[in-house]
Each structure stands twice: as C-alpha cells, then as structure tokens.
T-cell receptor, first 111, second 117 residues
Framework: KQEVTQIPAALSVPEGENLVLNCSFTDSAIYNLQWFRQDPGKGLTSLLLIQSSQREQTSGRLNASLDKSSGRSTLYIAASQPGDSATYLCAVNGQGGKLIFGQGTELSVKP | GAVVSQHPSWVICKSGTSVKIECRSLDFQATTMFWYRQFPKQSLMLMATSNEGSKATYEQGVEKDKFLINHASLTLSTLTVTSAHPEDSSFYIC?????????????FGSGTQLSVL
C-alpha cells in the first residue's frame, strides 16, 4: 500500500530565504508525482507535475525533483515571499489517476 | 488550463438531511472524476472514482449507500451525502483529468466545506 510522508509538517521562515520541502513515498511504481498548494479553506492549485521518467521540473521560483528509485521528491522554493504562505501537498499517481496525498507542509513566510 | 467548478462552496445542514455537491468540468469532457475528503489538519483521502455512464468505484471503508455518486454526463458528477451526521462534516473536493490518461495532471474543484449540526 502506497504511503506518502512529508517533512517537515510545519515550517516558518523569514522572507527571502530559500527553502526545501520533502516528500517520500513507499512504492516506486508511480506514473507521476504532483506538488500542490492549498490555501486555508480553499481548493488545490497544481504547482508542478513530474512524470516518472523525469528528474525535475521548474516553474518560476519553484523547482521540484524526483528520485523514483529512492522514493523521494523535493520542492525547492527560492527567495520566499509572504504570499508563498500556504500548505504544500505532494501526491503520487500510482494507479489510473488516483492520487495518494501526503499530509502536507504548512509554510509560513514572515515579512 | 482546464477548469473544474464545484458547488456549493460551503453548506450548513441539520443532522439527518441530505446534501448534494456538484462537480462540473467547464471546458473539457471528463469521463472520470475523483472525489476526496479532507478532515481538519489532515490530508486528502480518496473516497471514490466516478465513471460516466457506469457505477462509481468506492475506496475501502467508504459507504456507497451513504455517499451516492452520479456521473450522468461527461461534464457533471454529483456527490450526495445522505442522512448527514456531524461526523460527516468535512471538506469535500473533486478532481478530473483532462483526457482520462493514467499519467495526467489532475484539475481540482475549489472544494465544499460541509458542516452538519
């Protein structure tokens, strides 16, 4: 059974810092891995999707890496801003579009 | 990008009533939609897979008679929480892939916060 773990559960940083969020999964048989952002009481915004054959994806200040063999992914946020404050979720797609989510990292960026 | 619209955004109801949540794909056809539930401070858990024109597939532990799913058209799936109780209070969210492929990006609705009194 696939399990997804995110570390840390919460993170508070001053504005401008670079930071790394971690995601690990137990079953390497995945189609892809997706990182999402969730604001309180809101839906999910897809940030980056990495296919199983890819090693990383970049979008603006965000960079996500995938090491399928070791079951790990990281989300790197450069030059963090207060507007980046949210919960970040990673999810693996292992079977027909069903996503298994981690519990998220709650990020707070202080001005 | 593709848009998935979910209504209502929030609903408060009395215990014992039924609540219907709609999920629409606005600019694409979705033969498959997924319904998730999220309790406070917890992650999203898949409840069921909604299939257009056929029965939904429920995850283990999800009562199909309590959470009725109907996917009558290629753009609409509904989740009805029947005889809702306080323990059903949760954030419900739907998603759909653009073309139904297994390795596709999923688009999510904005979610529905259900509070059962």
């Amino acid at each position: 059974k696939q399990e997804v773990t995110q570390i840390p559960a919460a993170l508070s940083v001053p504005e401008g810092e670079n930071l790394v969020l971690n995601c690990s999964f137990t079953d390497s048989a995945i189609y892809n891995l997706q990182w999402f952002r969730q604001d309180p009481g809101k839906g999910l915004t897809s940030l980056l999707l990495i296919q199983s054959s890819q090693r990383e994806q970049t979008s603006g200040r965000l960079n996500a890496s995938l090491d399928k063999s070791s079951g790990r992914s990281t989300l790197y946020i450069a030059a963090s801003q207060p507007g980046d404050s949210a919960t970040y979720l990673c999810a693996v797609n292992g079977q027909g579009g069903k996503l298994i989510f981690g519990q998220g990292t709650e990020l707070s960026v202080k001005p | 990008g593709a848009v998935v619209s979910q209504h209502p955004s929030w609903v408060i109801c009395k215990s014992g009533t039924s609540v219907k949540i709609e999920c629409r794909s606005l600019d694409f056809q979705a033969t498959t939609m997924f319904w998730y539930r999220q309790f406070p401070k917890q992650s999203l858990m898949l409840m069921a897979t909604s299939n257009e024109g056929s029965k939904a597939t429920y995850e283990q532990g999800v009562e199909k008679d309590k959470f009725l799913i109907n996917h009558a058209s290629l753009t609409l799936s509904t989740l009805t929480v029947t005889s809702a109780h306080p323990e059903d209070s949760s954030f419900y969210i739907c998603s759909a892939p653009l073309t139904g492929g297994s390795n596709e990006k999923l688009f999510f609705g904005s979610g529905t916060q259900l509070s059962v009194l």
